[in-house]
């Protein structure tokens, strides 16, 4: 056989194999994510802070902030679910591969994050976001807050694909860098998150 067919066989191999536990962890998350109304709500929050982020006069801002806490207390409850709901999941199932290899999570499970854990962190952090202790104005608030939901998404892609195609997709939809995010996200969420990404796999 010659070298160019088992490179083709290998390859081929390679994709299907690849494909099959993208598949796979496609279909996990989507069955819990599909409980909840989490999507729907970052779209609203989305649009209603960059509608209020435009809005000059104050008198028309400030009705448009107070109009979006009841969406943000439904966001930062269902994600708190979500993380709940994931964390009964066993260890097996929500390894956060560091590296584009198919199925290297059975192989070489230490190279893995956890999701259980890495879901907790966006959880706390759009709950400390919307409960503003620390009184920020309603503009710095709405940009952590977008920060931390652009990095749950990018978790949430980086599970299904990989990191690199959900760095992509977050410049594609957001035109913001990963590097970007993580500089916007409030300082205990960073924290927490670059802990994971050093530490390895932690359940809880």
């Known amino acids: 056989m010659d070298a160019f067919l088992i490179a083709f066989l290998f390859g081929l191999g390679y994709f299907m194999l690849k494909a099959r536990s993208e598949r796979e962890r496609i279909a996990l998350l989507s069955s819990h994510l599909r409980r909840y109304q989490i999507e729907k709500l970052m779209e609203q929050l989305n649009h209603g802070y960059l509608r209020a982020l435009g809005e000059p006069e104050p008198e028309r801002r400030?009705?448009?902030?107070a109009a979006l806490s009841e969406a943000e207390g439904q966001l930062a409850q269902q994600l708190s679910d979500l993380a709940a709901d994931i964390g009964q999941?066993?260890?097996e199932q929500t390894r956060l591969c560091r590296v584009s290899l198919p199925m290297i999570e059975r192989w070489l499970p230490q190279s893995t994050l956890d999701?259980?854990?890495v879901l907790r962190v966006h959880a706390e952090?759009?709950?400390?976001?919307t409960a503003n202790h620390e009184q920020r104005s309603a503009k710095a608030r709405a940009h952590t807050l977008l920060a931390e939901l652009m990095l749950f998404q990018h978790?949430?892609?980086w599970f299904c694909k990989s990191r690199?195609?959900?760095?992509?997709r977050l410049l594609a939809r957001h035109r913001?860098?990963?590097e970007q995010v993580l500089e916007a996200i409030a300082e205990p969420t960073r924290r927490a998150y670059l802990a994971l990404l050093q530490g390895g796999p932690r359940a809880a």
């Open 155 to 157: 978790t949430c892609h």
């Open 115 to 117: 999701l259980r854990a």
């Open 164 to 168: 690199s195609v959900a760095s992509f």
């Open 89 to 91: 999941l066993p260890a």
């Open 176 to 178: 913001t860098a990963y």
């Open 62 to 65: 400030n009705p448009m902030w």
């Open 125 to 129: 952090a759009v709950r400390a976001a």
